[in-house]
Nanobody
Framework: VQLQAYGGGFVQAGGFLRLSCAAT????????MGWYRQVPGKERELVAS???????TYAESVKGRFSISRDAARNSATLQMNSLKPEDTAVYYC??????????????WGRGTLVTVSS
Protein backbone atom coordinates (compact mmCIF):
# COMPACT_ATOMS: atom_id res chain seq x y z
CA VAL A 1 0.00 0.00 0.00
CA GLN A 2 1.31 3.42 -0.90
CA LEU A 3 0.29 6.99 -1.59
CA GLN A 4 0.57 8.50 -5.03
CA ALA A 5 0.55 12.26 -5.30
CA TYR A 6 -0.18 14.36 -8.37
CA GLY A 7 -0.13 18.02 -9.20
CA GLY A 8 1.97 20.94 -8.09
CA GLY A 9 4.08 23.14 -10.30
CA PHE A 10 4.68 26.80 -10.94
CA VAL A 11 2.08 29.55 -10.86
CA GLN A 12 1.94 33.30 -10.49
CA ALA A 13 0.50 34.89 -7.39
CA GLY A 14 -3.28 34.88 -7.48
CA GLY A 15 -3.36 31.72 -9.55
CA PHE A 16 -4.50 28.24 -8.64
CA LEU A 17 -3.21 24.70 -8.53
CA ARG A 18 -4.67 21.36 -7.62
CA LEU A 19 -3.00 18.53 -5.73
CA SER A 20 -4.36 15.01 -5.69
CA CYS A 21 -3.41 12.02 -3.61
CA ALA A 22 -4.55 8.42 -3.87
CA ALA A 23 -3.95 5.39 -1.72
CA THR A 24 -3.24 2.32 -3.82
CA UNK A 25 -2.85 -1.34 -3.01
CA UNK A 26 -4.91 -3.50 -0.66
CA UNK A 27 -6.75 -0.58 0.91
CA UNK A 28 -9.71 -1.43 3.13
CA UNK A 29 -10.34 2.05 4.50
CA UNK A 30 -8.78 5.51 4.61
CA UNK A 31 -9.32 7.10 8.03
CA UNK A 32 -8.02 10.49 7.07
CA MET A 33 -5.99 12.10 4.33
CA GLY A 34 -4.30 15.44 4.18
CA TRP A 35 -1.57 17.65 2.90
CA TYR A 36 1.41 19.06 4.73
CA ARG A 37 4.03 21.45 3.45
CA GLN A 38 7.60 22.24 4.30
CA VAL A 39 10.08 24.95 3.40
CA PRO A 40 13.81 24.69 4.07
CA GLY A 41 14.70 25.37 7.67
CA LYS A 42 11.15 25.02 8.95
CA GLU A 43 9.10 22.19 10.33
CA ARG A 44 6.53 20.43 8.23
CA GLU A 45 3.11 21.95 8.84
CA LEU A 46 -0.42 20.78 8.26
CA VAL A 47 -2.16 22.55 5.38
CA ALA A 48 -5.47 20.71 5.26
CA SER A 49 -6.94 17.34 6.10
CA UNK A 50 -10.21 15.47 5.74
CA UNK A 51 -11.51 12.51 7.70
CA UNK A 52 -13.63 9.62 6.54
CA UNK A 53 -16.54 11.48 8.11
CA UNK A 54 -15.76 14.52 5.94
CA UNK A 55 -14.53 16.62 8.81
CA UNK A 56 -12.03 19.12 7.44
CA THR A 57 -9.20 20.99 9.10
CA TYR A 58 -7.27 23.90 7.63
CA ALA A 59 -4.26 25.93 8.60
CA GLU A 60 -5.26 29.50 9.42
CA SER A 61 -3.07 30.79 6.62
CA VAL A 62 -5.04 28.93 3.93
CA LYS A 63 -8.61 29.23 5.20
CA GLY A 64 -10.87 30.67 2.54
CA ARG A 65 -8.35 29.95 -0.21
CA PHE A 66 -7.77 26.19 -0.09
CA SER A 67 -10.37 23.45 -0.14
CA ILE A 68 -9.88 19.76 0.47
CA SER A 69 -12.29 17.07 -0.61
CA ARG A 70 -12.20 13.32 -0.67
CA ASP A 71 -13.41 10.57 -2.98
CA ALA A 72 -14.05 7.53 -0.81
CA ALA A 73 -14.57 5.22 -3.79
CA ARG A 74 -11.13 6.09 -5.14
CA ASN A 75 -9.41 6.33 -1.74
CA SER A 76 -8.24 9.76 -2.78
CA ALA A 77 -8.34 13.39 -1.81
CA THR A 78 -7.89 16.62 -3.73
CA LEU A 79 -6.56 19.93 -2.48
CA GLN A 80 -7.77 22.87 -4.52
CA MET A 81 -5.49 25.85 -3.93
CA ASN A 82 -6.82 29.22 -5.04
CA SER A 83 -5.52 32.77 -4.67
CA LEU A 84 -2.04 31.42 -4.20
CA LYS A 85 0.56 33.60 -2.53
CA PRO A 86 4.36 33.49 -2.70
CA GLU A 87 4.37 32.31 0.92
CA ASP A 88 2.54 29.17 -0.19
CA THR A 89 5.72 28.11 -1.96
CA ALA A 90 6.83 24.83 -0.42
CA VAL A 91 7.16 21.11 -0.94
CA TYR A 92 3.76 19.59 -0.31
CA TYR A 93 3.39 16.09 1.11
CA CYS A 94 0.33 13.89 1.16
CA UNK A 95 -0.33 11.97 4.37
CA UNK A 96 -2.95 9.36 5.14
CA UNK A 97 -3.89 6.74 7.67
CA UNK A 98 -4.75 3.67 5.66
CA UNK A 99 -6.28 0.49 6.99
CA UNK A 100 -5.51 -2.81 5.30
CA UNK A 101 -6.97 -6.25 6.04
CA UNK A 102 -6.35 -8.20 8.19
CA UNK A 103 -6.59 -5.10 10.34
CA UNK A 104 -3.41 -3.06 10.18
CA UNK A 105 -3.05 0.70 10.31
CA UNK A 106 -0.47 2.44 8.16
CA UNK A 107 0.64 6.06 8.53
CA UNK A 108 1.77 6.80 4.99
CA TRP A 109 3.54 9.69 3.31
CA GLY A 110 3.64 10.38 -0.38
CA ARG A 111 6.54 11.82 -2.30
CA GLY A 112 6.75 15.55 -1.99
CA THR A 113 5.60 17.76 -4.81
CA LEU A 114 6.95 21.26 -5.27
CA VAL A 115 4.58 24.22 -5.45
CA THR A 116 6.19 27.48 -6.51
CA VAL A 117 4.26 30.75 -6.48
CA SER A 118 5.97 33.73 -8.02
CA SER A 119 5.25 37.28 -6.98
Amino acid sequence: VQLQAYGGGFVQAGGFLRLSCAATGRVAHVSHMGWYRQVPGKERELVASVTSGDKTTYAESVKGRFSISRDAARNSATLQMNSLKPEDTAVYYCNAEVITMPYESHDLWGRGTLVTVSS
